[in-house]
C-alpha cells in the first residue's frame, strides 16, 4: 500500500479532530504505518521524530516493549469490568501507587476516560461537596485567562482560549476569570516572581470578594499548554493554596498536560509544594497508549460523600470504561518505568540539553521569548522583537515551520507562532540537537515575507 491510496480512503471517510479538512486539498495528510521509539514512520518509509509527543500523550516511545509486554499479559487476563459493585487487580495496584507518588494528602482515586472528563468529574464533585456541607450557593468556579481544560462543555467553560471556545460560547456557563501568571506579559525588567505575584493580586481579590458564591479554582500549573506553551512561576500556586484554605474554596489543579515529568518534577505542583484538593492526570498517565484518567482528592472530600443511601450524597458520575483494566495495567507499567530507569533524574541532563541547543535563537531578530519549564521548551517567533508584537494569527507562520520539519524527518507542530519540543523522554542528545536544527531552519523560512 502506498501514502496515496490510504489517504484518498481517508479523506472519503474520516473527520479530523481540530482541522479544516479543506486544507487537505493542499496539506497532505500523514498516514503513519508504524512507530518505534521516537520515530513514526508512514507506508513508504519516510520517518518524522515525534517532537510533540503525539499531542503531549507519550511518554517512553511508540511500541515500547515494555509496555506492549504488560498490555499483552492483561489482556490475556481481563480485558475490562464494570467498576460498580466490582473490581480488579490493576485498578486497585495502580490507585495505591498514585497516591503514593501524588502530593500527600491525595488518597482517594475517582477514574474516567479522558483528560475533558476528569475535568467534569472535578467540578462536579466540588460543586456536590459544598451542596453536601449545605452550601449550595456556591455553583461558580474561578479559570485564569489563557487557560485549556478541554473540549466538553463543561470543561471548555472552564477555557479561555478564544479558537476553541468563542464558537460556542452561548451553551456555556459562566465562569469568573482572573489574569494568568503568564510571565511573557511581564514588563522588561521585572522578574517572573514578581510578575506572579503581582497577577495575583485580582485573584486574591475575587476571592475576598466572591467566595462565598465559588466552589473552586481551577489552574494548569506551570505552563498552559494549549494557550501556546505560555509559562509562569510556581509562586503564584503556593500562593493559591494560601488564599483557598483561607476563603474556603477548592483548588483544581489540572496536570493533564504537565502531569508525568514534562515540567521537571514528576508532577508540577511539587515546585509550588502545594497538595491541591482535586488532581486531573489522563495523558502520560498511559504513556500515550490509551485513553485514562483520574481524579484524586482527599479524605475531607471524600468524607463528604460518605453516607446512608437514603440521605442521597453520593457522588454521580459514571463513564462506561471507567477504571478499564488495560488501561490501569498500562498506567503501572509507566509508573515503573519511571522508578526503575529514574526517569525524572534522566531527564534532568536532557532538559538541559534542549535549552543549549537552542540558545542560539536568543538573539533572532524574529524570536520573543524562548522558554522552558523541564522537559517542555517554546520558542515564539513575533514580527517585532522590542515590542513582542506578534504575527497576525492569519498568516499561519508556525504551518511553515511544520512543513519544512516534515521534510527533514521531525513532527514539529507549532501552536500558531510558537514552535515547542515536548519529546518522548527516549529521544537522544542528538534527535534534540536535530529537532534545534530543524526548527531553526523553520523559524527562519517562517519569517520571511
Ligand atoms: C489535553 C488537555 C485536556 C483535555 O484532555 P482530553 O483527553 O483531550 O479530553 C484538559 N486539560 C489540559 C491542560 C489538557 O492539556
Known amino acids: 500500500m502506498k501514502n496515496a491510496d490510504i ?3 481517508d479523506l472519503k471517510r474520516v473527520w479530523h479532530p481540530c482541522t479544516q479538512m479543506k486544507d487537505h486539498e493542499r496539506l497532505p495528510l500523514i498516514p503513519i504505518k508504524r512507530g518505534e521509539g521516537v520515530w513514526l514512520e508512514d507506508f513508504e518509509g519516510n520517518r518524522y521524530i515525534d517532537a510533540v509527543s503525539s499531542w503531549w500523550v507519550n511518554l517512553f516511545g511508540h511500541a515500547n516493549p515494555r509496555i506492549n509486554q504488560a498490555i499483552k ?20 495496584n495502580l490507585s495505591e501507587q498514585l497516591v503514593d507518588v501524588a502530593p500527600a494528602g491525595l488518597t482517594r482515586c475517582f477514574y474516567a476516560d479522558n483528560g475533558s472528563s476528569a475535568v467534569e468529574v472535578a467540578l462536579k464533585m466540588s460543586y456536590h461537596y ?14 485564569l485567562s489563557n487557560s485549556y481544560h478541554g473540549e466538553t462543555l463543561g470543561a471548555l467553560a472552564l477555557g479561555d482560549v478564544a479558537l476553541y471556545k468563542d464558537t460556542y460560547q452561548s451553551l456555556l456557563m459562566d465562569v469568573i476569570t482572573a489574569p494568568s501568571p503568564d510571565a511573557f506579559n511581564r514588563e522588561a525588567g ?78 508540577a505542583c511539587e515546585q509550588a509544594n502545594i497538595t491541591p484538593d482535586f488532581l486531573c492526570l489522563s495523558k502520560g498517565l498511559t504513556a500515550g497508549y490509551l485513553p485514562l484518567s483520574v481524579v484524586l482528592t482527599t479524605d475531607n472530600v471524600y468524607d463528604a460523600f460518605y453516607d446512608d443511601y437514603q440521605t442521597l450524597r453520593a457522588f454521580l458520575h459514571s463513564h462506561s470504561y471507567t477504571g478499564n483494566a488495560i488501561g490501569c ?30 540558545a542560539h535563537l536568543r538573539d533572532h531578530p524574529h524570536v520573543g521569548d524562548i522558554r522552558q519549564h523541564g522537559m517542555t521548551l517554546a520558542i515564539e517567533m513575533v514580527k517585532d522583537k522590542p515590542g513582542k508584537t506578534p504575527y497576525p494569527w492569519q498568516e499561519r507562520r508556525g504551518l511553515r515551520v511544520y512543513q519544512h520539519a516534515l521534510s527533514r524527518q521531525a513532527l514539529l507542530r507549532p501552536l500558531a507562532s510558537v514552535v515547542y519540543f515536548m519529546p518522548p523522554y527516549v529521544i537522544t542528545e542528538e534527535q534534540i540537537r536535530h529537532l534545534a536544527q530543524v526548527a531553526t531552519e523553520g523559524i527562519d523560512l517562517a519569517v520571511r515575507d
Open 7 to 9: 489517504v484518498a480512503r
Open 130 to 143: 459544598w451542596k453536601n456541607h449545605g452550601q449550595a450557593s456556591k455553583k461558580n468556579f474561578v479559570n
Open 329 to 358: 495495567a498500562v498506567a503501572l507499567a509507566t509508573l515503573k518505568i519511571f522508578r526503575d530507569d529514574k526517569v525524572i533524574e534522566a531527564n534532568r541532563q536532557l532538559a538541559r540539553c534542549m535549552a543549549d541547543s537552542v
Open 190 to 267: 521585572e522578574t517572573e516572581e514578581a510578575y506572579a505575584l503581582r497577577q495575583f493580586a485580582e485573584m486574591e481579590r475575587i476571592l475576598a470578594e466572591r467566595h462565598h458564591e465559588i466552589c473552586a479554582v481551577v489552574v494548569e500549573p506551570l505552563i498552559q499548554c494549549a494557550g501556546n506553551m505560555r509559562m509562569h512561576h510556581p509562586i503564584y500556586h503556593t500562593k493559591l493554596r494560601e488564599a483557598c484554605d483561607r476563603y474556603g474554596v477548592h483548588l483544581i489543579a489540572d496536570e493533564i498536560a504537565v502531569g508525568f515529568g514534562r515540567t521537571g518534577t514528576l508532577f
Open 73 to 92: 499479559d492483561q489482556v490475556e487476563q481481563l480485558e475490562h469490568v464494570i467498576l460498580a459493585g466490582f473490581t480488579h487487580e490493576p485498578v486497585v
